[in-house]
Structure formats: C-alpha cells, structure tokens
C-alpha cells in the first residue's frame, strides 16, 4: 500500500512539473507573439447615458454610426461599433519601420491604405524596408 501511495505521489509531482512547463511555454510564446506584433488598435466605450436616454450609435471623427456596424475612415482605420455601443479603431496598413531615413521619407497613401517610401531626392522613385508592422 506504501508503494502505491508513493507512485502515486510521484506520477502527480511530474504531472505538476509538465503542467508548469507548459504554462511558463505558452505565457512566453503569448508573450512574444504579443511583443512583435505591433497592431495599432484603440477602443471607445460609449457615453454615460442620462436614464431613459437611448443609445444610437458610434461618434467617429463627427459621424454617427449605427449599433452593429463596421466602416473604413479617410486615414485607413477599419472600425466597428458594436451593438452596446463600444467603439473599436485598428490600421489597415503596414507601417514600414526600418528603412534609411536619411535617403527617403514614409507616407500613407490614402487610396490604396498603403505606406510608400518615397525618396527625398526623386519622388518618382521609392524605396525598400528592412522591417514594417501592422
């Protein structure tokens, strides 16, 4: 009976041990995945409403937008707003972060809610990034 309890013992101490592994794994990976991706996003809650006072929307950039609904604004952020009113923004574009500053500057086109490295001394011509997010 003593051999059984002490097996016992054993087999959940290494159960322990696997679990905590797995956990100290997963909490790294989320951890990294969230370091490196850089997606721009902010929320909105809704107003404080007075009583009997009802909710109609979303209020972006002076626009109301109704209760379950999703849109694009002039400057590529795609938004929602849900049916309880709370407001969610995020970019559309990747946004090139290492490239040489000295030779060429980053715009966002708006048509196309793409960035462009363009260079500084010939506009026609654009150039590479080494790294973007978004």
């Not at 322990?16 to 991706?37: D, Q, Y």
């Not at 979303?58 to 609904?69: A, R």
Request: glycine content about 6%.
């Amino acid at each position: 009976m003593y051999a059984m309890e002490k097996d016992r013992n054993k087999d959940t101490n290494v159960l322990a041990r696997n679990t905590t592994k797995c956990l100290v794994v997963l909490i790294l990976s989320a951890g990294v995945f969230i370091a490196l991706s850089n997606a721009s996003c902010y929320y909105a809650l809704p107003p404080a409403l007075d009583k009997g006072e009802k909710l109609e929307g979303c209020l972006h950039n002076g626009k109301l937008f109704e209760l379950d609904t999703k849109w694009r604004d002039d400057n590529c952020l795609d938004c929602s707003c849900n049916k309880k009113g709370m407001k969610m923004c995020c970019s559309n574009a990747n946004r090139p972060t290492q490239y040489d500053s000295e030779r060429c500057f980053c715009k966002l086109n708006k048509e196309t809610c793409k960035y462009e490295l363009i260079s500084k001394t010939d506009p026609e011509e654009r150039c590479l990034p080494y790294g973007s997010v978004g």
